[in-house]
């Protein structure tokens, strides 16, 4: 089977929004993470999802609506996927607060824990 989009495409890009219409602003998420937080589509094994849906949540946020906070999910090193805008996310998520080391987030000081984790960022150094 082919997985470079998700089975039903529309549904799983509408989980991706919702979940990610949560991260606050000052905080951010990888891919990988908002990807962890949604369940495997109908018929889509566990390691194959695993496998391909870092991919498609980068696709989801590609296609977002304009209320989805698109700036705040990065990679998994904490930084910013290289691509035409990845100067309007920085600028976006410094406007939030958001502190860049050698081009990184500090994922241990911004990053997003899901729905329901403690939200505040917690202030620390950039190292």
């Known amino acids: 089977m082919n997985y470079i989009s998700p ?6 890009y509408e989980q991706v ?5 949560q991260v606050p602003p000052g905080t951010v ?5 908002i990807a962890d937080m949604l369940p ?10 695993k496998a391909y849906s ?8 590609a296609a977002c ?6 700036q705040r999910i990065i ?14 996310q920085r600028q976006l998520l410094e406007e939030e607060g958001i502190l860049f080391a050698k ?8 990053q997003w824990h899901g729905p329901g984790a403690a939200d505040e960022p917690r202030q620390a150094s950039l190292f």
Do not use: C
Not at 40 to 49: A, N
Not at 75 to 88: D, E, F, L, T, V
């Open 7 to 12: 089975p039903d495409q529309q549904a799983y």
């Open 17 to 21: 929004w919702h979940l990610v219409r």
């Open 29 to 33: 998420a990888t891919y990988g993470q």
């Open 40 to 49: 495997p589509p109908p018929g889509v094994e566990l390691q194959t999802y």
């Open 54 to 61: 870092p991919r498609w949540v980068g696709s989801a946020m």
């Open 65 to 70: 609506p304009d209320d989805v906070p698109w």
């Open 75 to 88: 990679n998994s090193q904490g930084k910013i996927s290289q691509r035409p805008g990845a100067q309007k």
């Open 103 to 110: 081009d990184k987030v500090n994922l241990k000081v911004y």
